[in-house]
C-alpha cells in the first residue's frame, strides 16, 4: 500500500519556538501515522550552531552566516536528500514543503531527484557528493565545463543504480533566488523547470520590497500543473513567522496551501488545520483583511538596500551590478492575486490582477 512521505524545510533562522512560519504550523496540522504518511520536519538555515563554540555565540554565528552566506544549506539538502534515500518505497508519494530559503531547499531536493533518482538505502557518504556534484553544474552555468558535470552526474545515477523517485507536490512560500547575501545567485539546474514535479503551489509577497529577498519564479509551462499565487503583504506575512498575534495575513496563504495540498491527497487532522488557522478557540490568530502588514523592513535592512548585487536585465539579457533601492517586485502582466488583496482598507491591488477567490476548507 503506498503512502505519503512529507518533508517540511523551515526558512533561514526558523525553528520550532513561539514565533512559528507557515511550514511548522502545516507540520503540527499532518496526520502522523505509520503506513499511511511519513512526516519530517527540518529547521532553517542558521539555527544550528559549530561544533565547538558556546550556544548563544554560536546561535548568533549560525544566524548570521545562514543569512549572508547560506551556511550549512548543503547540510540541510543532505539531511532531506538521506530521509528519503532512507524511507522511499515504490509507490510513495513524496509531497515537498518550503519557506524562504527552505523553499530554496525543497526545489533543490526535488531537481536532485530528477537528476540522479533516490540513491538505495545506506548509501549515506554518497549524498555529499552529489550535493557537491549539483553545485559544481549551478556555477559551471553553460557550455563545456556545465556539459563535462552533467556528463559526470548521468554517469553517477547510472552508476549508483538508483531508483525513479518523482516529487508528486511542492509547495512553496515565498522562494528567495539567492543563498546568502554576499556573492550572486546560484541558479540551481532544474531549480525553476523540473519535468518531474508533478503539482508547484507557490505563495509570494506582493510587497517584499528587500533587494537580498528576491523572488524566484518557477519557468512558465502550460502542459503541467503550476500555480502561483500572490498575497498582500511582506516574506513573513505570507510565510509566518511573526509573533501570533500580528500572524493574520499568513493565514491566507497557509490554508490556500493547504487546501491545495489536500486536494493532492496529503493528509491532515481537521481538527489541528483549523486550530492553526484559527478557526477553533485557542492561541492562534485568524485570517482578516485588518490584520497587520509588516511593510517597513527596518534600519538595517534599509541601509543593505543601499549595497550593489548582481541582478539580470531582462531587457538586455545580462548580468549587471545595482544597489535595489527599494524597489518593488516585478510582476507579470496579469498576476493572479488572492482575493483578500481587494478586502484590505486602501489596499492597492496590482493593475491587471486576476483576483483568485478560495475558501477553506
Same mark, same amino acid.
Given at each position: 500500500?503506498?503512502?505519503?512521505?512529507?518533508?517540511?524545510?523551515?526558512?533561514?533562522?526558523?525553528?520550532?519556538?513561539?514565533?512559528?512560519?507557515?511550514?511548522?504550523?502545516?507540520?503540527?496540522?499532518?496526520?502522523?501515522?505509520?503506513?499511511?504518511?511519513?512526516? /519530517? /520536519?527540518?529547521?532553517?538555515?542558521?539555527?544550528?550552531?559549530?561544533?565547538?563554540?558556546?550556544?548563544?555565540?554560536?546561535?548568533?554565528?549560525?544566524?548570521?552566516?545562514?543569512?549572508?552566506?547560506? /551556511?550549512?544549506?548543503?547540510?540541510?539538502?543532505?539531511?532531506?536528500?538521506?530521509?528519503?534515500?532512507?524511507?522511499?518505497?515504490?509507490?510513495?508519494?513524496?509531497?515537498?514543503?518550503?519557506?524562504?530559503?527552505?523553499?530554496?531547499?525543497?526545489?533543490?531536493?526535488?531537481?536532485?531527484?530528477?537528476? /540522479?533518482?533516490?540513491?538505495?538505502?545506506?548509501?549515506?557518504?554518497?549524498?555529499?557528493?552529489?550535493?557537491?556534484?549539483?553545485?559544481?553544474?549551478?556555477?559551471?552555468?553553460?557550455?563545456?565545463?556545465?556539459?563535462?558535470?552533467?556528463?559526470?552526474?548521468?554517469?553517477?545515477?547510472?552508476?549508483?543504480?538508483?531508483?525513479?523517485?518523482?516529487?508528486?507536490?511542492?509547495?512553496?512560500?515565498?522562494?528567495?533566488?539567492?543563498?546568502?547575501?554576499?556573492?550572486?545567485?546560484?541558479?540551481?539546474?532544474?531549480?525553476?523547470?523540473?519535468?518531474?514535479?508533478?503539482?508547484?503551489?507557490?505563495?509570494?509577497?506582493?510587497?517584499?520590497?528587500?533587494?537580498?529577498?528576491?523572488?524566484?519564479?518557477?519557468?512558465?509551462?502550460?502542459?503541467?500543473?503550476?500555480?502561483?499565487?500572490?498575497?498582500?503583504?511582506?516574506?513573513?506575512?505570507?510565510?509566518?513567522?511573526?509573533?501570533?498575534?500580528?500572524?493574520?495575513?499568513?493565514?491566507?496563504?497557509?490554508?490556500?496551501?493547504?487546501?491545495?495540498?489536500?486536494?493532492?491527497?496529503?493528509?491532515?487532522?481537521?481538527?489541528?488545520?483549523?486550530?492553526?488557522?484559527?478557526?477553533?478557540?485557542?492561541?492562534?490568530?485568524?485570517?482578516?483583511?485588518?490584520?497587520?502588514?509588516?511593510?517597513?523592513?527596518?534600519?538595517?535592512?534599509?541601509?543593505?538596500?543601499?549595497?550593489?548585487?548582481?541582478?539580470?536585465?531582462?531587457?538586455?539579457?545580462?548580468?549587471?551590478?545595482?544597489?535595489?533601492?527599494?524597489?518593488?517586485?516585478?510582476?507579470?502582466?496579469?498576476?493572479?492575486?488572492?482575493?483578500?488583496?481587494?478586502?484590505?482598507?486602501?489596499?492597492?491591488?496590482?493593475?491587471?490582477?486576476?483576483?483568485?477567490?478560495?475558501?477553506?476548507?
Amino acid at each position: 500500500m503506498s503512502r505519503n512521505i512529507v518533508l517540511c524545510c523551515d526558512g533561514t533562522s526558523n525553528q520550532f519556538s513561539k514565533d512559528r512560519t507557515s511550514v511548522i504550523k502545516l507540520f503540527h496540522a499532518l496526520v502522523k501515522k505509520e503506513g499511511e504518511q511519513l512526516v /519530517y /520536519y527540518h529547521p532553517g538555515i542558521g539555527t544550528r550552531a559549530p561544533s565547538g563554540i558556546g550556544t548563544q555565540v554560536g546561535g548568533m554565528f549560525a544566524r548570521i552566516a545562514g543569512l549572508a552566506f547560506g /551556511y550549512r544549506l548543503q547540510d540541510d539538502i543532505v539531511d532531506a536528500y538521506r530521509f528519503l534515500m532512507n524511507n522511499y518505497e515504490d509507490g510513495d508519494r513524496i509531497f515537498i514543503f518550503g519557506f524562504s530559503r527552505g523553499a530554496y531547499t525543497a526545489r533543490v531536493v526535488s531537481a536532485m531527484l530528477h537528476l /540522479y533518482g533516490l540513491a538505495m538505502r545506506g548509501n549515506d557518504p554518497l549524498v555529499p557528493y552529489a550535493v557537491e556534484m549539483l553545485w559544481a553544474m549551478a556555477k559551471a552555468k553553460e557550455g563545456a565545463p556545465y556539459e563535462a558535470c552533467a556528463q559526470l552526474a548521468r554517469d553517477f545515477k547510472k552508476t549508483i543504480s538508483s531508483r525513479e523517485c518523482k516529487t508528486h507536490f511542492l509547495g512553496v512560500w515565498d522562494t528567495v533566488n539567492s543563498v546568502g547575501w554576499i556573492g550572486s545567485p546560484l541558479k540551481i539546474p532544474f531549480g525553476r523547470y523540473n519535468p518531474d514535479v508533478e503539482i508547484v503551489r507557490h505563495a509570494k509577497a506582493l510587497d517584499e520590497r528587500r533587494g537580498f529577498f528576491r523572488v524566484n519564479w518557477f519557468a512558465e509551462d502550460a502542459t503541467r500543473d503550476i500555480q502561483e499565487v500572490w498575497f498582500p503583504g511582506t516574506h513573513c506575512d505570507v510565510g509566518g513567522g511573526w509573533p501570533e498575534a500580528e500572524s493574520g495575513m499568513s493565514k491566507y496563504p497557509l490554508a490556500w496551501m493547504a487546501k491545495e495540498a489536500v486536494k493532492a491527497g496529503l493528509l491532515v487532522d481537521q481538527s489541528r488545520m483549523n486550530e492553526v488557522l484559527g478557526l477553533s478557540p485557542g492561541p492562534y490568530a485568524a485570517a482578516t483583511p485588518t490584520a497587520p502588514l509588516h511593510l517597513w523592513m527596518g534600519f538595517s535592512w534599509a541601509l543593505t538596500e543601499f549595497v550593489p548585487k548582481k541582478h539580470w536585465n531582462f531587457k538586455k539579457q545580462c548580468w549587471e551590478w545595482r544597489a535595489n533601492l527599494f524597489r518593488r517586485r516585478s510582476l507579470p502582466s496579469a498576476p493572479v492575486v488572492h482575493d483578500v488583496a481587494w478586502d484590505i482598507p486602501g489596499y492597492a491591488v496590482p493593475e491587471g490582477a486576476l483576483k483568485l477567490s478560495v475558501k477553506y476548507p
